[in-house]
């Protein structure tokens, strides 16, 4: 029915459903909802709220957009172009990544992804490209991302030998704000093409822009079709339809409400064949949400399990296309809500419905925001993170190293050490429990003896994103969350830094960070650069533990010099030893 596919199904507790309830009736009288239509900041903090709602106005016809977007791509395959990266970080990458895995390839070019500085990453995504039939598409809003300038200086260096001065420039494309330097830059240069963003729609809220679209069109979907579908979500949630019969305001509501309540781990629980849809709401629920010590951490990836071995902090979501539903997550999601937990499942009739989805989820996170007394646009500890980052970058561009503190406990394995860090006050003080002469393991034990009810342990890795690292770490994953009952997160850097780095710096102090960092075997220099990548890579990682320690965090790092996998696997051993040895 029309209400199956606008609200789904919503089980929630009488005390949160009540609360909701009235909420909504206050978003009707108080005009809360026709506010937000009319941008008005004093929704929220009152700051600039209104500069960043330009996401509210999905094109208004989609066939002009979708008409740019194949005649662009038509020119590629008559041009024998056989491959597309795109160069970019955070919200210029997560949602062309979800669209990538959902929809695959329905054409004959290849679209491809590269987010990350590990120089491992960057050697083998480049062995595996044939630079003469490849176009890049350098995609950032602000055309000054770090990452993102320095992927495309390194890879117009290795595609002006191949093809020639004359022609090279006719391979990059961008997607930037109009008047931003990559946007002079592809001016200057005579780029491919240029799609302009729209600069009242922030990074996270660009899935419907060209930022989210071109990568669409070129794997070969229909783009009029997306926003047909999230132009259908939109008109839903105008003020027609107002508090409950509001599907983004509903959905807004309950995040927000539940957050308030305690109920701060939204849960997510989707279909394989949505895969990456649960990153994307990841990166916009967890960079708008935390700040002021308050926020909502998604948890993406985590097995559901029995409702007696969660305690009162979970919201679930479940998501699934039509005809593959999962008969054992939908009997543990009823057991879940049957058991009082707040549980929400949509219903996915199309692939295409993640135009609407993707509407929906941005309405109601900027409801939620509203609930929460927070600005759902900013990002005010990334961006502290970045100008750190400069900084330590520009003394490794100057010759000087950036200065590191030495492991307080190193541990051998075959081919190498790990190495622990424990910087900041909670280092220092963690280090006093330890015993005289104390192993790795009595760290490890004595970090995670620190998980209480409530909290959340992160597992972040500054590693190359290959599938044999990815197993151990769930692995870490699983054996932490099964021996201390918390819900866990995992994120791969320096990529997540632009998703869930700003709900760790600046959201609630209930987390437990254990990170992972390597000696890079081979590094890759930036050109025109005095530094590498490698080094990008380690001020990136010291720019933030600067920040999580400085808010005083509860942070460890171990760090692998050696081979990485049997390093890991080291870890892995000595995680064991130390969950088997807690209380």
């Known amino acids: 029915t029309k209400d199956m596919e606008l609200f789904g199904v919503m089980d929630l507790p009488d ?62 395959t008559k041009d024998s172009i056989r491959c597309v990266v795109l160069l970019g970080m955070g919200g210029s990458t997560l949602f062309p990544d979800m669209i990538r895995q959902v929809f695959e390839a329905k054409g004959d070019i290849e679209f491809r992804i590269l987010d990350s500085t590990d120089p491992a990453q960057i050697r083998t995504f480049e062995s595996t490209i044939d630079l003469e039939h490849t176009v890049f598409v350098v995609s950032s809003k602000s055309g000054t991302t770090l990452e993102t300038r320095m ?9 002006e030998p191949v093809l020639g001065a004359d022609v090279v420039s006719s391979r990059f494309c961008v997607v930037t704000d109009a008047g931003s330097e ?15 963003g729209d600069a009242a729609v ?140 707040p549980v929400v499942r949509f219903l996915l009739e199309s692939p295409y419905d993640l135009g609407a989805e993707c509407f929906r989820w941005e309405f109601a996170t900027a409801v939620a925001g509203a609930v929460m007394g927070i600005h ?78 409530g909290d959340y342990v992160a597992l972040l890795a500054y590693l190359e994103w290959c599938e044999p690292y990815r197993r151990i770490v769930e692995k870490l994953r699983q054996g932490i969350r099964a021996s201390t009952g918390v819900a866990t997160t995992v994120g791969f850097g320096p990529r997540f830094l632009h998703s869930t780095g700003q709900i760790h710096k600046g959201g609630p102090q209930n987390g437990l960070y254990l990170v992972f960092s390597c000696a890079d075997v081979v590094d890759v220099q930036v050109p025109g650069e005095a530094y590498s990548f490698g080094q990008l890579k380690a001020a990136q990682l010291l720019a933030d533990e600067d920040m999580l320690t400085r808010r005083k965090r509860r942070y460890l790092r171990l760090h692998v010099d050696g081979d990485v996998g049997d390093g890991l696997t080291a870890c892995s051993g000595l995680f064991d030893e130390a969950l088997d040895q807690l209380d």
């Open 202 to 341: 922030g990074g996270r809220y660009s899935a419907l822009t060209y930022f989210g679209m071109l990568p669409a069109a070129i794997i070969g979907c229909d783009v009029e079709r997306l926003l047909t579908r999230a132009r259908s979500m939109a008109d839903a949630c105008r003020p027609a339809n107002s508090g409950c019969e509001n599907p983004g305001v509903r959905l807004g509501l309950i995040l927000g409400h539940a957050a308030k309540a305690g109920r701060n781990k939204l849960t997510l629980a989707i279909s394989p064949s949505l895969k990456g849809f649960g990153d994307w709401i990841e990166q916009l629920v967890a960079e708008s949400t935390g700040k002021t010590c308050n926020g909502l951490i998604p948890v993406v990836g985590e097995n559901l399990s029995n409702p007696d071995v969660y305690g009162n902090d979970r919201i679930f979501v479940g998501i699934a296309i039509s005809g593959e539903t999962n008969s054992e997550t939908d009997a543990t999601l009823e057991k879940l809500a049957a058991a009082g937990h």
């Open 15 to 76: 005390e949160l459903d009540a609360e909701i309830t009235a909420a909504a009736t206050e978003w009707e009288t108080d005009a809360l909802l026709g506010r937000v239509w009319f941008r008005d900041s004093d929704v929220w903090t009152g700051h600039d709220e209104s500069r960043w709602l330009g996401w509210l106005d999905v094109p208004e016809d989609p066939t002009v957009v979708a008409a740019r977007l194949k005649a662009f791509r038509e020119q590629l």
């Open 151 to 159: 992927f495309y200086e390194y890879f117009m260096s290795r595609m």
């Open 376 to 453: 759902p646009f900013n990002q005010p500890d990334v961006e502290g993170t970045k100008l750190i980052t400069r900084k330590m970058v520009e003394q490794y561009g100057a010759g000087r190293s950036v200065a590191t503190q030495s492991p307080v406990i190193k541990h051998a394995y075959d081919s190498g050490e790990v190495g622990l860090h424990a910087p900041g006050v909670y280092g220092r003080g963690l280090v006093r429990l330890l015993p005289d002469e104390p192993t790795m393991t009595d760290a490890l034990r004595a970090h995670l003896s620190q998980v209480r009810t």
């Open 182 to 196: 990559l946007d002079q830059l592809a001016g200057a240069k005579c780029f491919r093409a240029v799609f302009h």
